[in-house]
Structures are given as C-alpha cells and as structure tokens.
C-alpha cells in the first residue's frame, strides 16, 4: 500500500546544526539518497523459519539495493533476549522483543527509525526517494485481532498531513478480491475500507 502527496517539501536543503558536525558524513550521507530514485521494497513472512531466513538474506545480497519487510521473523527465546535471528549483510530496524515486524535495508540505504510508530507489529522508518522523505513501515495484522491497529491510522494522517511519502508492506493475515483472492473476508473488508478511505494505492510489487 502506498500513498503519494504531492505537496512540495524539499528535505534535501536541511543543515545539520549539531557542533562539531562531520561534513565527510554529510556528503556519504547526500550522496547516498541521491542515487535512490526508487524504494525497491520486498515482503515477505518468513513463519519464524530459520531456513527461510537464511534463503531471504541469500536472494537479497544477490539485489544491489533494497528494503525488506519482514514478519513472523525467526527470533530467539526470550531468555536468549528475544532479538532477531539469521539477519546477515544488511541493516535491521526492529526495536522490541520477540518483534513479528521488522525492516531490512541494504547497506548502502540511508534509513532513520521512526520510533513512534514502532510496536511489536510494527517496524517503521524513514528515508528519502527522490529527495522525498518517504515512511517505510512493515506491518503484521494479527489474525486472531479482527481490527487494525489505530497507530496504521495515525501513520497514514500524519503522512498525508505533513506531505511525507509512505510504503506499508503488511502481512494483513486475510482474504481480499484486491490481491486475487475469490471472495473478501470481515478481515479483507476491513483492510479494503483503510484503502479506499484514505486514497492508498494497492499494489503487488514496488
């Protein structure tokens, strides 16, 4: 799902005020977000699978550039310290225990957590495409939930108010004629009205 606000917010003319600020990190840094024109944004559920991480991280490192949605990561227990596993060659943003949510992006992408919409079952961040700041947010809908989290609201208002970019890759855990399915279910209607509400693009690849 994404959404495209056409207001006119230039990102790319901000300074960096902080003391002693390093102007070699500043280039890397623009020089980084320049070359991204596109998000090349994947998702996937990888059913806490060890293999199926290890196959994810294999396929992506054959990608030169990315950000991977992920959920139902392989994680470890909780007395292990719950952190996720088997992610190897790029950067993890996920900032809770036993996460089922979390984003991957390739090295050379410059990303930002966006810590107030970051839960359990949601990883989000922020990074610049086409000097547009754009929110990357992957989202795990439990099914066993029949509602979608208000703080998915709250990210698509806040984007559409302040003129940000926005991808949500999501594991919606139900059946809608939007993706191919048959028949919708209660589920599938619920996530086809967040859609059609707030003018949000359906798509299957980005």
């Known amino acids: 799902m994404t959404h495209n606000n056409t207001a006119n917010r230039d990102n790319t003319g901000t300074k960096d005020r902080s003391p002693g600020h390093n102007n070699q990190t500043q280039k890397k840094r623009k020089k980084q977000t320049n070359r991204l024109k596109e998000c090349p944004a994947y ?81 989000t961040a922020c990074l610049r495409i086409n000097g547009k700041l754009t929110y990357v947010s992957s989202v795990y809908m439990d099914g066993r939930v029949l509602r979608i989290d208000e703080r998915v609201q709250r990210l698509i208002s806040t984007c559409k108010t302040k003129g940000i970019g926005l991808i949500i890759c999501s594991d919606t855990n139900a059946h809608s004629t939007l993706w191919g399915c048959s028949t919708s279910d209660e589920r599938g209607h619920m996530v086809e009205d967040l859609i059609s509400t707030n003018q949000l693009q359906d798509r299957k690849s980005v």
């Not at 996937?44 to 030169?64: F, P, T």
């Not at 990315?66 to 909780?78: L, R």
């Open 43 to 123: 998702q996937i559920n990888l059913q806490h699978g060890k293999a199926a991480s290890a196959e994810l991280m294999i396929r992506l490192s054959a990608v030169k550039q990315y950000v991977a949605c992920i959920t139902e990561p392989w994680v470890a227990t909780e007395a292990e310290g719950g952190h996720i596993r088997g992610i190897t060659g790029g950067k993890l943003h996920s900032f809770h225990m036993r996460a089922r949510a979390a984003l991957i992006a390739s090295p050379d992408i410059d990303m930002w957590p966006t810590h107030e919409f970051t839960t359990k079952d949601m990883a």
